[in-house]
């Protein structure tokens, strides 16, 4: 069987009658399945196609479900993948009533109940289901994306917002052994796939951002030879520790986010502009009727600038260089 084959064509996959060494394989939606070693050391859930048109992670996930699948590779991790959006990924659209990484720990009120509300729901359960059932053991959660645009740093990390916890400095340097070259470190909470896990599931969720979003089979530029080999090690059971590793990425906070309120939003950036593109102090970056958005912070740089969002919604984010 070829598992992405088949969920691309809507098929319901045949699976290997069983699975080597004693692994239990449990499939807990379209798209969702565990396969659970007898004794795990610990617990990874890699998650991707949560837009259904970032085809380089989704193509990444399931070259290595498969090699499980397969037999090829031998977790000693508990495992869960999530194929976020399989509708989405059979049109190669980013999504298609709504944005499901905007519609994750929001009430119903707020999100209504269409096909991505409920697809979101049907993803928060199978992640906490997973991870509830891991007691102590560590969680790790990397949600794969890659961006409409390109971008002055070509993978980045977003960290969700901790809370009350400190920022995990050994994460941080994981994320770098990942080929992340910058961390985007969050101050407040979000509608993402990786602060729900973090919040809600104990996990160490991640969102990664690993170049430009293009369709399948033309991700030849698209470099995720690092992630790859710190996944299989994850996969394989290897927890390493990246505190103290040389490679360490940049680090940026948000400084202000930019938000859309009104039709009469003017965005003064080229469509072509790239993530993490430097502003300078002074810069008129947005007007919306009487408001206007001018750029203060030194070492200012826009991310996932966005004219097009429903009024009420974040059109970008200002970042600026920041220290743990
Ligand atoms: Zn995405």
């Not at 499939?27 to 795990?40: F, N, R, S, T, Y």
């Not at 959660?141 to 971008?151: E, F, N, Q, V």
């Not at 680090?251 to 965005?267: G, I, P």
Request: hydrophobic share 40%; proline share 6%; with cysteine.
């Amino acid at each position: 069987m070829n598992y992405l084959e088949q969920l691309l064509h809507a098929q319901s996959p045949d699976w290997p009658a069983g699975l080597p060494g004693g692994l239990r394989l449990s499939v807990l939606g379209e798209g969702l399945l565990a396969i659970e070693p007898a004794a795990p050391v610990f617990d990874l859930f890699i998650s991707c196609g949560i837009h259904g048109n970032e085809t380089a992670p989704i193509e990444l996930a399931a070259s290595l479900l498969q090699e499980v699948l397969d037999g090829q590779l031998l977790p000693r991790a508990r495992l869960l993948f999530a194929f976020g959006n399989p509708e989405a990924m059979r049109r190669n659209e980013r999504y298609l009533d709504d944005d499901l990484n905007r519609l994750f720990g929001k009430p119903r009120e707020q999100t209504g109940d269409g096909p991505a509300a409920q697809r979101a729901r049907e993803l928060e359960q199978a992640a906490c289901a997973f991870f509830a059932a891991s007691g102590s053991r560590w969680k790790l959660h990397y949600d794969l994306h890659t961006a409409i645009r390109g971008s002055k740093i070509e993978q980045f990390a977003i960290y969700p917002f901790p809370h009350e916890q400190a920022f995990d400095a050994g994460e941080i340097g994981r994320l770098a052994a990942c080929g992340i070259e910058a961390v985007l470190l969050q101050s407040k909470a979000s509608p993402t796939f990786s602060y729900y896990t973090r919040r809600h599931c104990g996990a160490h969720g991640f969102t990664l951002e690993l170049g430009k979003a293009r369709p399948f089979g033309q991700n030849q530029e698209v470099r995720l030879d690092k992630l790859e080999a710190e996944l299989r090690r994850l996969i394989a059971g290897e927890q390493r520790d990246y505190r103290a590793s040389a490679a360490q990425p940049t680090l940026f906070k948000v400084a202000r986010e930019l938000v859309k309120h009104s039709d009469a939003f003017v965005l003064h950036l080229d469509d072509a502009v790239e993530n993490f593109t430097e502003l300078a102090a002074g810069y008129l970056l947005a007007e919306d009727g009487a408001q206007r958005f001018v750029v203060e912070e030194p070492g200012a740089r826009i991310v996932f600038p966005n004219r097009k969002v429903k009024n009420g919604l974040r059109a970008g984010l200002l970042v600026v260089p920041t220290t743990l």
